[in-house]
Every structure is written in C-alpha cells, then in structure tokens.
C-alpha cells in the first residue's frame, strides 16, 4: 500500500489551503456519541490533511480550529475542546517538528488560559526554524477582528504623526494582519456541507477558490484533498481580468 506521501498527485497546485473543519458535532451525533468524540476524531483527519499536503508540496495550511463565536457554545463542550487542545499540543508537536512543519498561532490568544498560552508560545518556537510546511492554527480567530487588529495599529501610526493617510494601502493593511508574511491564499475548503466562510479570513480569501466538500471533517482524507486540488487545478483563475488578457500587476 502507498503511503499517504506518495499517493497526492498534483499539477499547478495552491500554495497555501485555508481549512474550516466543520462537522465534528453532525459526525458523533450520527453515530450516536458525544461531541467530545467528534472533535477527538478531527484530530485524526488533521493527522490526514497535513499528510497530503507534505505529499502535495504545499507551503501553508490554515485550521479554523476555534473560532471567536466558538465560546458561545455549551461550557462543556468549550471544556473539551480546551483539553483536547492542550492534549494535541503536548502529544503532536515533537513529532510535526521532526517532519519539518512549523506550527503559527492566529487570533486573540489572550483569552485563553496562562497553561495553554504557554503550550502555544513553545510550540511556536520549538518549530520556528522549520520550513517544510507552515502550520497556521486560528484560535479565538475571526476576520473582522482580524481586519480591525490592522486597521487599529495603522491608526496609532496616523495619530503619532509616523503615517500620512494617503500612505494607507491595501498593502500596508495586508501586512498588519495576523498571516503576513505567508503565501496568498489560494484555496479555502469547508466540509461539513455548509457554504459560508463563517468569518474565516475574510480580507485574505478575496480571490482564493472555495470549495465545499459534503463529508463531515472526521471523515476527511487524503483523496477528499486530492479532490479539491484537482477542483482548484481545474478552474480558471483570472483575478478579474477576461480570458485570454494579460493581468497587470
């Protein structure tokens, strides 16, 4: 049998994938389990995803991994997730490391407890110096604060007289966000059967291709990627410009 590396077959791919990782609750209620066992089983399909995107080459993936709606959910099931969470962090990083991935966290980290700051904060740097995929992981992530985070820094520079407003560009408010420096995002792939993007990156996935896949998440796999990749080397990406014409930078 191939190994999950070998069997991710790719033309032009994305270089960076954007995941919303949705359908853990439907999953466990449909086999008649806990939500609990949903979420533990998401975590063997992002065992699965990271697999096929070292086998694809591809250089980011972004997790929509909590949400800043996702504390409204019952106590319980924020509970669970929060030690899932720091489970995932004690149990994976060593290993993500030894295989060259680099692990980045996104969104208002402060709301969560000092012990899993801490976990974060370690990860971060036990595998900074990697390079073979950039693991991005939105936590207490939404776009608008995200969008809003950036547009509050370029304030202060306005009022501290260090930025004109005719200075302001959709550049300058790219690099204050919370992914700069990583890959455009190319392709965003929500499972679950929902179409929405649910507050998920909202300036960065202006031109990125979506896909939606019916399959809830921990029943996401290998060929479910390859099916979005082929999907997205399927389409025509023309940024607004007609076919056929040159797009200027």
Not at 166 to 193: C, K, Y
């Amino acid at each position: 049998m191939n190994s999950p590396e070998s069997t991710i077959k790719m033309r032009s791919g994305p270089r960076h994938v954007a995941v919303i990782m949705d359908g853990n609750g439907r999953w466990a209620k449909a086999k008649g389990l806990p939500v609990a066992a949903g979420h533990r089983a998401g975590v063997e399909a992002i065992r699965r995803l990271l697999d096929g995107c070292l086998a694809a080459e591809i250089e980011a993936v972004t997790l929509y991994a909590f949400s800043s709606e996702n504390w409204q959910r019952p106590r319980p099931e924020v509970r669970a997730l929060m030690a899932l969470f720091i489970r995932y962090l004690r149990n994976e990083v060593a290993d993500l490391s030894q295989r060259g991935i680099r692990i980045r966290f996104i969104g208002a980290r402060h709301r969560f407890s000092h012990n899993l700051q801490k976990l974060m904060t370690l990860a971060e740097q036990q595998t900074v110096h990697n390079s073979r995929l950039n693991l991005v992981i939105a936590v207490d992530y939404g776009g608008r604060w995200d969008i809003t985070e950036a547009v509050r820094l370029i304030a202060a520079d306005v009022a501290a007289g260090r930025l004109a407003p005719a200075q302001i560009s959709e550049q300058l408010i790219a690099d204050g966000l919370s992914t700069a420096g990583l890959p455009a995002i190319d392709l965003m792939v929500r499972t679950g059967g929902d179409h929405r993007i649910s507050n998920f990156l909202l300036w960065q996935l202006s031109y990125a291709e979506l896909y939606f896949c019916p399959c809830y998440w921990p029943d996401f796999n290998e060929l479910e990627l390859q099916h979005a990749i082929d999907a997205f080397c399927g389409r025509e990406r023309r940024f607004g410009a007609r076919p056929g014409e040159r797009v200027q930078a």
